[in-house]
């Protein structure tokens, strides 16, 4: 809801009693949501009531990008959205950048995209401004996110067939003036096998640790005969690896059905299958080793990798 929406006295005067008292809380300055619906939403959800807000408060048509962008195509952030929304603009056209709004007068590219009935910059496009500008490890979990859609949409996100030639190609239409190497280092290093941010923030703790770097997403038989897929597979060292995020046990996609209890249960059957086949060895981590170089090179040294 925009306060300025609210044209009679009487109305206002009501409407900011409410917020007085807490029912409503201010997301941006004259843009307010229930506080019941906040207090329900996932950090997620609350930056893309942010973009929605910022879109009934412009006056003008917005090409929403970077991080905006990446949130509205539903890609992963291992770091917090940011507060403000950011969006395109022409060089010529100006436009400053204030509390709600980063605008980037990078121009206008040729091609958009729409998601949710926004104009958005392109998969392609919006990694690659992502690569350009931000952290290596947040970059490359949204690279490898955005490689791996192609063969996992998303429902209610418009499919998309992203390649790395895609990017490079995009890379070179970028009107950079800093940035260009970096987003190239992203590129080369990104991997659309990857299936979870944690599982590339892990990729990106290795390669920092200079630790020999795994196959993704291999399937190997059990000693049943079983197939199953590991998240990594280091054949040299007959060690396989799990990366086991905060939510896999609570995560319906990982659920399907069962109660964490059983999930958990299936868990070790299935690593105890593995295990059993040819003396393979298994290693599995949390969020706060796949963080970090250190701890991550630590781990791995202690469960056979050298």
């Known amino acids: 809801m925009l306060s300025r929406d609210l044209q009679v006295a009487g109305e206002r005067g009501e409407f900011f009693r409410r917020v007085r008292t807490g029912e409503f809380v201010a997301i941006y300055r004259g843009a307010y949501v229930r506080a019941s619906e906040w207090e329900a939403m996932g950090r997620d959800a609350r930056y893309l009531a942010r973009i929605r807000a910022a879109t009934a408060y412009a006056r003008e048509p917005l090409i929403f990008s970077h991080e905006s962008a990446a949130a509205l195509w539903r890609l992963p952030s291992v770091e917090p959205w940011p507060r403000r929304v950011h969006c395109l603009s022409q060089n010529s ?7 709600m709004f ?19 910059t392109t998969m392609s ?20 996110a955005a490689l791996r859609r192609t063969a996992h ?20 239409l970028l009107p950079l003036r800093h940035g260009t ?12 096998l990857a299936d979870r941010p944690g599982e590339s923030m892990s990729r990106v703790s290795m ?9 993704l997403q291999v399937r190997l038989a059990g000693a049943s005969g ?11 060292f007959n060690l396989m690896g799990e990366f086991d995020g905060r939510d896999k046990y609570s995560n319906p996609e990982f659920l399907r059905g069962r109660t964490p209890e059983q999930a958990l249960h299936d868990e070790k ?33 202690a469960a056979g990798l050298h």
């Open 125 to 144: 496009r919006t990694v690659v401004d992502l690569a350009a500008a931000s952290a290596f490890g947040q970059a490359v979990a949204m690279a490898d």
């Open 269 to 301: 059957l299935r690593e105890d299958d593995l295990r059993a086949l040819d003396g393979r060895r298994m290693s599995r981590w949390s969020w706060q080793i796949a963080l970090s170089p250190a701890r991550m090179r630590a781990h791995l040294l």
């Open 226 to 236: 079983r197939g199953y897929v590991v998240d990594f597979w280091w054949p040299e």
């Open 153 to 172: 949409p998303i429902s209610g996100v418009p499919g998309t067939a992203l390649g790395k030639d895609d990017l490079y190609a995009e890379l070179e």
């Open 207 to 215: 390669w920092i640790a200079q630790l020999p770097m795994p196959r």
């Open 102 to 120: 980063v605008r980037h007068t990078v121009g206008v590219p040729d091609e958009v995209a729409t998601v949710d009935g926004l104009a958005v």
């Open 181 to 192: 190497a970096r987003a190239r280092r992203v590129i080369d290093f990104a991997d659309g």
């Open 93 to 99: 056209a100006g436009g400053r950048s204030n509390g």
